[in-house]
């Protein structure tokens, strides 16, 4: 099992930015990838970024050049580092968990993140 605790997310004005944070604990895989995905109202979640335990990363189109995904692995912690937000990122964030050789996936519980116009 492995469990992954959220934090960082909030209310900002539209062109500003936040930081969100995600460390996981419990049977963490040698090899991994973490990463954020996002759901709005209505809408299906979709993933946002991720990151390899040797570094590689994914963005979505969306927010490619505005946000940044980096982990510190001896933290077992994943960081998105949001600038340059605009309302049609807001969403609940979810930081994910998968290990690589099993597949087996896990989920935080979640964090609002509110960018208003």
């Known amino acids: 099992q492995v469990q992954l605790v959220e934090s960082g997310g909030g209310l900002v004005q539209a062109g500003g930015f936040l930081r969100l944070s995600c460390a996981a604990s419990?049977?963490?895989?040698?090899?991994?990838?973490m990463g954020w995905y996002r759901q709005a109202p209505g809408k299906q979640r979709e993933l946002v970024a991720s990151?390899?335990?040797?570094?590689?990363?994914n963005y979505a189109d969306s927010v490619k050049g505005r946000f940044t995904i980096s982990r510190d692995n001896a933290k077992n912690t994943v960081y998105l580092q949001m600038n340059s937000l605009k309302p049609e990122d807001t969403a609940v964030y979810y930081c994910?968990?998968?290990?690589?050789?099993?597949?087996?996936?896990?989920w935080g519980q979640g964090t609002q993140v509110t960018v208003s116009s």
């Open positions: 994910n968990y998968r290990d690589w050789v099993t597949t087996n996936a896990y």
């Open positions: 419990g049977s963490i895989a040698s090899i991994n990838t």
């Open positions: 990151i390899f335990t040797g570094g590689s990363r």
